[in-house]
């Protein structure tokens, strides 16, 4: 039971790996949509340094 659930989860892992790379590779077509996630990130992370 537990060999099957190790595969069930590392399928899923490997599927989910697979979802992110596709999609990352689709926002890399589109430029605009990647620098506005970036400066997102960016924003959020300096807002979290200045609360620290």
Known sequence: VLVSGFLLI???GYLAYR???EL???IGLIPELRDG???AVNSQ???I???N
């Open 10 to 12: 590392g399928i899923g």
């Open 19 to 21: 979802k992110i790379n």
């Open 24 to 26: 990352s590779r689709n």
């Open 37 to 39: 996630l970036h400066r």
């Open 45 to 47: 992370t300096h807002i």
């Open 49 to 51: 340094v200045e609360m």
